[in-house]
């Protein structure tokens, strides 16, 4: 079992930046796959950007892509999401996720936070 807990969202200036983290624990951690979404109002839950809890193979989708960077923390076991010049756009509640390795699905859900960006 992964339990995952979220913090650092809130209200951000355009043009400014975020830094969203995703403590994690469980037994097998460094098995899983991190992911970090996004849901606009009105629009569907995006997969932003993910990575190996390894740090390696990481992804970051075209709207974030040259602007967004992943790091962990490991004395805190935790998944920073970097994201700089920030668009009124990137305004959704993030979420991060995990999923093992194998599989094509997110398991593990944090429950959000919500990211304001006024221009």
């Known amino acids: 079992q992964v339990q995952l807990v979220e913090s650092g969202g809130g209200l951000v200036q355009a043009g400014g930046s975020l830094r969203l983290s995703c403590a994690a624990s469980?037994?097998?951690?460094?098995?899983?796959?991190i992911g970090w979404f996004r849901r606009a109002p009105g629009k569907e839950r995006k997969l932003v950007a993910s990575?190996?809890?390894?740090?390696?193979?990481?992804y970051f989708a075209t709207s974030v892509k040259g602007r967004c960077a992943i790091s962990r923390d490991v004395a805190k076991n935790t998944m920073i999401l970097q994201l700089n010049s920030l668009k009124p756009d990137d305004t959704a509640v993030y979420y991060c996720a995990a999923k093992a390795g194998n599989r094509d699905t997110y398991d593990f859900w944090g429950q959000g936070t919500q990211v304001t960006v006024s221009s």
């Open positions: 990575i190996n809890w390894s740090e390696t193979e990481p």
């Open positions: 469980g037994p097998t951690i460094s098995n899983y796959r």
